[in-house]
């Protein structure tokens, strides 16, 4: 089974704190994604990242960062956490898409919930 | 910017009945669409994918897909208590490596 590993389950952080949300994946994925989800506007794209130290912005990059030294760890840091940044985090890796046939699919993490006081 | 559209529900349908899901979206080009299943505090998984027009069946469930009217649907044959949740439709953006848009969700109650 993919198996996508988020280092925390539950976070609290203060307001200005750096935080680091890591996410580790063991199929050998190329592709490693970041979203937040919050109620009335689903997944959003953070950034993600088709192979090491590469990356790319997603929708909404304003106030993280990302770091991809290794291909199976992906992660995702606030240099100075918000409280509008408060919401469920969520890693997802994949193959990358070569043909039609390949099983393209995104697994996801059991996803991190951070809470900004 | 680049939309996938799902009406939010709740969608309540009795036991043994077939709920029907839908999903439009605005990229033209996007070549394969998704259907994840999100239960209340976990993480999404993958029901179903479809990249060619018409239906994809897969035990109780079946996918359609029709490019040209930019729709995709979820059938689910038999409800079960068991499949309410959320589900999500989710696009491949064309041009792009597997980065996918993904839908507000649509919930699911299933009334026993």
């Known amino acids: 089974d993919v198996k996508v590993t988020q280092s925390s389950r539950y976070l609290v952080k203060r307001t200005g704190e750096k935080v680091f949300l890591e996410c580790v994946q063991d199929?050998?994925?190329?592709?490693m994604f970041w979203y937040r989800q919050d109620p009335g506007l689903g997944l959003r794209l953070i950034y993600f990242?088709?192979?090491?130290?590469?990356?790319e912005k997603g929708d909404i990059p304003e106030g993280y960062s990302v770091s991809r030294e290794k291909k199976e760890r992906f992660s995702l840091i606030l240099e100075s956490a918000s409280t509008n940044q408060t919401s469920m985090y969520l890693c997802a890796s994949s193959y990358p898409r070569l043909d039609r046939g390949r099983d393209t699919e995104a697994f996801f993490g059991q996803g991190t919930r951070l809470t900004v006081v | 910017q680049k939309e996938v559209e799902q009406n939010s529900g709740p969608l309540s349908v009795p036991e043994g009945a077939i709920a029907s899901l839908n999903c439009t979206y605005s990229d033209r080009g996007s070549q394969s669409f998704f259907w994840y299943r999100q239960y209340s505090g976990k993480s999404p998984e993958l029901i179903m994918f479809i990249y060619s027009n018409g239906d994809k069946e897969d035990g109780r469930f079946t996918a359609q897909l029709n490019k040209a009217s930019q729709y995709v649907s979820l059938l689910i044959r038999d409800s079960q208590p068991s499949d309410s949740a959320t589900y999500l439709c989710a696009v491949e953006e064309s041009g792009a490596t597997n980065k996918l848009i993904f839908g507000t969700g649509t919930l699911l109650a299933v009334q026993p």
């Open positions: 990242s088709y192979d090491v130290k590469m990356k």
């Open positions: 199929m050998d994925h190329e592709n």
